[in-house]
């Protein structure tokens, strides 16, 4: 095979895996099972080593008994305030 051919494969390959990751979206929320802490994705702390539990949303988190760290709620809050306005 010619490399220019197997180089094309190559990136359609990758551009099929990437889109495919993409559509799956991946956990909203991830937790720290020890300090049952959670994180949103926006947060610093999303992907620290401690959050290993993924949830699909906030609230699933909090039903699990996780609450959401400083920043996290902080956010939350804010979120609250701009819709009551």
């Known amino acids: 095979m010619k490399k220019r051919s197997l180089l094309k494969i190559l990136l359609a390959t990758t ?3 990437a889109s ?3 559509a799956e979206g991946g956990p909203a ?3 720290n099972p020890k300090s049952k ?3 949103m994705p926006a947060c610093q702390h999303y ?3 401690g ?3 993924e949830f699909k949303s906030a609230a699933e988190a909090e039903k699990a008994g996780y609450k959401a760290c ?3 709620g902080k956010a939350k ?3 609250k305030d701009t819709k009551k306005k």
């Open 47 to 49: 992907n620290a080593k």
């Open 37 to 39: 802490v959670y994180h």
């Open 70 to 72: 400083k920043q996290c």
């Open 77 to 79: 809050a804010d979120r």
């Open 20 to 22: 495919m990751a993409f």
């Open 29 to 31: 929320v991830k937790g």
């Open 51 to 53: 959050s290993t539990k």
């Open 15 to 17: 551009l099929v895996c």
